[in-house]
């Protein structure tokens, strides 16, 4: 599979752009443990255009993570074009377009999945984006609106006659947010329609090794792109990879080790939210720390914790703790269950 001239290996497994997730210091644990391709958060291109400082961080990217693309977002085709070519200096893979956020304050205002309601303009964005950037561009989008309006059929084929480098689908509608089940049949239609020539990414609710192999095999996608099963366990895209090349389901990582890579990436990403490569990190370990605070989502999601006897209570703790003193204290007294020693 080809996206532009970036070539993946057979069965590729993406990670799906997640606001406030996937940040450097995430992606690249995703990347040693097996992420064919990495995309940043979303990034507004009107904040691009104002040169927002929180934004134009986000389009920093790491040689070590490629190939990688930026995610851009907006309701204005000038604003996406312009956004684009800033996004395009900063020198990724390739830009992709979310038509897929169905959050009130994105879609409501006309961008991310509120689009899904503008065809027209949708499709103005598109072949204007592709048109102003010698990168291949490619779209993130969602089934329809709603119930009622499930377009992806024909838009997909509108999508690639803008001259897209490939589309990735989360299979739910913009009214279910979230809810429900994602429907991997109608991706499937979408990669199955004869006049679809370009790349189909397939994405949504793949949690599992046997799952994901399943959406290969079963819809026939290019691509299978991984989200929420991700945070907290960036080796799941090890056990995934695994189970492709011998079919067996493995822990790719022993309870400690999964520990040991929870408190890395607190560690990178008080890297990269509070302090300078030249400051120690011993020097802030008892400092209230943006890292910390943006580390809790993956605590409280991460599966390393599942089976602890009595862990509420140190859950909890560890949810509210805000020092590195503090929360390593407590990561590093929990012990493996009985189960797995
Ligand atoms: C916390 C969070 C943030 C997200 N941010 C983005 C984003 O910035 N851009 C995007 O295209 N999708 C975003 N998504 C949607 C995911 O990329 C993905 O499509 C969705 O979670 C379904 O895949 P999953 O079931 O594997 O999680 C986000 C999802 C979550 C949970």
């Not at 800033?86 to 961008?111: H, M, R, S, T």
């Not at 609106?145 to 689908?169: F, N, P, R």
């Not at 799952?211 to 290019?222: H, L, N, Q, S």
Request: net charge negative.
């Amino acid at each position: 599979m080809q996206i532009g001239s970036i070539k993946f290996p057979d069965k590729p497994l993406f990670l799906a752009p997640m606001e406030d997730v996937t940040d450097p210091a995430f992606r690249l644990l995703c990347k040693r443990y097996g992420a064919d391709m990495l995309y940043t958060e979303f990034v507004s291109s009107e904040a691009l255009i104002r040169n927002v400082n929180r934004t134009t961080q986000k389009l920093t990217i790491y040689p070590e993570e490629r190939p990688i693309g930026i995610q851009i977002y907006g309701h204005d085709p000038d604003s996406m074009v312009e956004a684009a070519k800033i996004a395009a200096e900063a020198e990724p893979d390739l830009i992709d377009i979310n038509f897929g956020c169905p959050v009130k304050k994105i879609a409501g205002k006309g961008a991310g999945a509120g689009l899904l309601k503008d065809i027209p303009r949708m499709l103005e964005i598109t072949a204007n984006v592709v048109k102003a950037v010698d990168l291949p561009v490619t779209v993130k989008t969602r089934l329809g609106w709603d119930e009622e309006s499930k377009i992806i059929v024909d838009l997909a084929e509108q999508l690639q006659d803008c001259g897209i480098a490939a589309l990735t689908l989360h299979g739910r509608t913009r009214s279910q947010m979230y809810k429900g089940e994602a429907d991997w049949m109608l991706i499937g239609e979408v990669k199955n329609n004869p006049r679809m020539h370009i790349p189909i990414i397939g994405n949504g609710d793949v949690t599992t090794a046997e799952r994901a192999k399943e959406c290969f095999e079963k819809y026939g996608v290019d691509g299978v792109m991984i989200g929420r099963g991700t945070i907290g366990r960036p080796w799941f895209f090890a056990e995934v990879k695994h189970y492709f090349q011998t079919g067996e389901l493995i822990d790719a990582l022993d309870f400690y080790q999964q520990k040991e890579v929870l408190k890395e990436h607190i560690i990178s990403s008080i890297r990269w939210l509070d302090i300078d490569e030249n400051t120690e990190i011993e020097s802030v370990q008892n400092q209230r720390l943006k890292g910390i605070i943006h580390s809790r989502r993956h605590l409280a999601a991460t599966p390393v914790f599942i089976g602890i006897p009595n862990f509420k209570e140190t859950r909890i703790k560890m949810l509210r703790a805000e020092t590195l003193n503090e929360l390593f204290e407590i990561i590093d007294g929990v012990e493996a269950p009985q189960s797995i020693i």
